[in-house]
């Protein structure tokens, strides 16, 4: 895996994720770990192997809301206690609420910022 990858800001989040492949539908239930711009940690049981195209939806919920962030990924990494999955594509809307997310909940917003404009 290579280093700049882990550079990004990741936040801890949880929430309920969806993951979708070929052949499966992984629903884990307020478990996703950490999440960043590129990527997210899972914690599931469940196994995919590394390199396996997904489909994620990261579902939000607010108390009259339910938002779902829908993108593909690749699994990049498998562990005993979860999947990594690195973000390929999504939507603008998405990406804005991805953005927002770890806006919220980072601890040093402005270099988030800093980062996103760097995808740009």
């Known amino acids: 895996m290579g280093e700049e990858k882990r550079k990004k800001t990741r936040v801890h989040f949880e929430t309920h994720v969806v993951i979708k492949t070929r052949d499966s539908e992984i629903r884990a239930e307020?478990?996703?770990?950490?999440?960043?711009?590129?990527?997210?940690?899972?914690?599931?049981?469940?196994?995919?192997?590394?390199?396996?195209?997904?489909?994620?939806?990261?579902?939000?919920?607010?108390?009259?809301?339910?938002?779902?962030?829908?993108?593909?990924?690749t699994i990049t990494r498998q562990e005993k206690?979860?999947?990594?999955?690195?973000?390929?594509?999504?939507?603008?809307?998405?990406?804005?609420?991805?953005?927002?997310?770890?806006?919220y909940n980072a601890t040093d917003p402005e270099e988030v910022e800093k980062e996103m404009l760097s995808l740009s």
């Open 30 to 73: 307020a478990d996703s770990e950490d999440i960043s711009i590129k990527g997210v940690f899972v914690k599931t049981q469940d196994k995919i192997p590394e390199g396996t195209p997904c489909d994620l939806e990261i579902l939000l919920t607010g108390s009259s809301t339910r938002l779902a962030l829908t993108i593909k990924g």
């Open 81 to 103: 206690n979860g999947l990594a999955i690195g973000f390929e594509s999504m939507d603008l809307d998405s990406f804005m609420h991805l953005k927002n997310v770890i806006l």
